[in-house]
């Protein structure tokens, strides 16, 4: 009998998401996407802006370690959970552009990364490019409009 007790604990260990994680209200829907980005070619007689659109998948986001809402009440700051850190740490040892897609697909924003991001924290500021992103988190987390209270799914 302890062996088919130990196996159906193995079992329900990896099924079950770990404690330690949070998620938003409706954890079928994943939280963001990330996504190589391609650089579009330049407009004849465009600004020198750049633009970029998704190529490659490259990391599928479900639940965070934790999630910190900002003083000013508009921007977030993420901690990918281990193995999300580990998958956006290798992501980053290369610099380039990544591209942050919501997972309802109604915000983005394309990231320049010059150096490996080693502790898997995500800053979505209150810049002009990162508020949509940030908006649409606090709105996954039921956070209230000026307020930095909220309340997350329990695992």
Do not use: W
Not at 44 to 49: I, Q, T, V
Not at 103 to 119: Q, Y
Request: charged residues 25%; proline residues 8%.
């Amino acid at each position: 009998m302890r062996p088919f007790l130990f196996a159906v604990m193995l079992v329900l260990g990896v099924a079950l998401p770990k404690s330690d994680e949070i998620r938003p209200g409706d954890s079928t829907v994943p939280l963001f996407f990330i996504y190589e980005a391609l650089p579009d070619r330049p407009a004849k007689g465009s600004a020198r802006e750049r633009h970029f659109h998704p190529g490659q998948m490259l990391l599928t986001v479900h639940s965070l370690a934790d999630m910190m809402l900002q003083p000013d009440k508009k921007g977030v700051r993420l901690n990918l959970n281990d193995e999300d850190t580990k998958a956006f740490a290798k992501l980053t040892r290369r610099p380039g552009y990544l591209i942050f897609l919501s997972g309802d697909s109604t915000a983005s924003v394309t990231m320049h990364f010059t150096a490996t991001v080693d502790d898997g924290k995500i800053l979505f500021d209150a810049s002009v490019e990162a508020v949509p992103m940030a908006q649409y988190l606090r709105k996954r987390f039921h956070v209230k409009s000026d307020s930095n209270d909220f309340e997350p799914a329990k695992p």
